[in-house]
């Protein structure tokens, strides 16, 4: 069984991958997103995003004994595409955006096989209905700062999940890594979670 290195310096996904069960080392991404250039759609991009991250890190460290999992996870409203907001006023603009509203979350995963130059990815989407938010909820949520670097400027498991009226597929994708998707994807790889550590 190779070893897993999670391509991300999130802590929310390091949690997650805990909480499965899984060993693992992570190795922050030094990807610059801005390259991604032009995607036909959002599922595209993301996966873009997350594969950069993968490859970036398996390339920097050429192990033949690990795999590399990159992630990415975005927020579509229509056909708007919101990532992290760059400050308080861009996630202003971005939860009255969402208010009264459904969007999509969709999350890009990528596992980079440096030793054999092989790349698997998959895509993994929830529906969020926010419920309508007065201009008091907005700025009393974005002054705690829980959202500044979550993508649509919101964190559904903490104080952001008071945002939310409806939430339609996985939580642990709207959180930053959806649990069945990678389970599958590290799968084939024949990666698994601890015996010890129970689902």
Same mark, same amino acid.
């Given at each position: 069984?190779?070893?897993?290195?999670?391509?991300?310096?999130?802590?929310?996904?390091?949690?997650?991958?805990?909480?499965?069960?899984?060993?693992?080392?992570?190795?922050?991404?030094?990807?610059?997103?801005?390259?991604?250039? =032009?995607?036909?759609?959002? /599922?595209?991009? %993301? *996966?873009?995003?997350?594969?950069?991250?993968?490859?970036? +890190?398996?390339? $920097? #460290?050429?192990?033949?004994?690990?795999?590399?999992?990159?992630?990415?996870?975005?927020?579509?409203?229509?056909?708007?595409?919101?990532?992290?907001?760059?400050?308080?006023?861009?996630?202003?603009?971005?939860?009255?955006?969402?208010?009264?509203?459904?969007?999509?979350?969709?999350?890009?995963? =990528?596992?980079?096989?440096? /030793?054999?130059? %092989? *790349?698997?990815?998959?895509?993994?989407?929830?529906?969020? +209905?926010?419920? $309508? #938010?007065?201009?008091?909820?907005?700025?009393?949520?974005?002054?705690?700062?829980?959202?500044?670097?979550?993508?649509?400027?919101?964190?559904?498991?903490?104080?952001?999940?008071?945002?939310?009226?409806?939430?339609?597929?996985?939580?642990?994708?709207?959180?930053?890594?959806?649990?069945?998707?990678?389970?599958?994807?590290?799968?084939?790889?024949?990666?698994?979670?601890?015996?010890?550590?129970?689902?």
């Amino acid at each position: 069984m190779p070893k897993l290195i999670l391509a991300s310096g999130s802590p929310r996904r390091s949690e997650l991958l805990s909480e499965w069960g899984y060993s693992f080392e992570i190795e922050k991404p030094e990807f610059d997103e801005g390259s991604a250039g =032009a995607c036909a759609t959002p /599922e595209e991009y %993301v *996966t873009v995003l997350a594969l950069g991250k993968a490859t970036e +890190v398996g390339n $920097r #460290l050429k192990r033949k004994d690990a795999i590399v999992l990159g992630a990415d996870t975005i927020v579509v409203l229509g056909k708007q595409v919101f990532g992290k907001p760059k400050d308080e006023a861009e996630a202003i603009v971005l939860l009255k955006k969402l208010s009264g509203r459904a969007h999509r979350v969709i999350t890009g995963l =990528a596992l980079f096989d440096w /030793e054999h130059g %092989v *790349t698997l990815t998959q895509t993994a989407t929830s529906i969020v +209905v926010f419920r $309508r #938010l007065s201009l008091t909820d907005i700025m009393k949520y974005v002054s705690s700062g829980e959202g500044s670097d979550k993508a649509g400027g919101y964190a559904i498991q903490g104080k952001g999940g008071g945002l939310i009226a409806k939430l339609k597929g996985s939580m642990e994708n709207v959180i930053g890594l959806p649990k069945a998707e990678t389970g599958e994807l590290l799968g084939k790889y024949n990666i698994v979670p601890d015996e010890k550590v129970k689902p």
